[in-house]
């Protein structure tokens, strides 16, 4: 069983950055690739950015592309997702996810573990 908590969200205005952070447990790690979602209010949850277990390959949403960058520190059982040049359509609750595999995943439902979230506001 995997657990995972998120932190770093808040309010931030448009043009902002913010760096959410995500904290596997589990002592295989490396085994595992990560996934960052979010979700608003009456609408399902949607891909952001994922990343391999060794690192190695990485896939954005178009919509993040250029402003978002996820990466993770497999010493320190940590997943990161830098958020850049944030715009108001930004705002979700973004949840951290895990799934073993050697690939990057990008489906909701190829993910087995998932956070509680933490909300991003972004103010215009």
């Known amino acids: 069983q995997v657990q995972l908590v998120e932190s770093g969200g808040g309010l931030v205005q448009a043009g902002g950055s913010l760096r959410l952070s995500c904290a596997p447990s589990?002592?295989?790690?490396?085994?595992?690739?990560m996934g960052w979602f979010r979700q608003t209010p009456g609408k399902e949850r949607e891909f952001v950015a994922a990343?391999?277990?060794?690192?190695?390959?990485?896939y954005y949403a178009d919509s993040v592309k250029g402003r978002f960058t996820i990466s993770r520190v497999n010493a320190k059982n940590m997943v990161y997702l830098e958020m850049n040049s944030l715009k108001p359509e930004d705002t979700a609750k973004y949840y951290c996810a895990a799934r073993t595999g050697g690939s990057y995943y990008i489906l909701v439902t190829e993910y087995h573990y998932w956070g509680q979230g933490t909300q991003v506001t972004v103010s215009s």
């Open positions: 589990g002592r295989t790690f490396i085994n595992y690739a």
């Open positions: 990343i391999s277990g060794r690192g190695g390959s990485t």
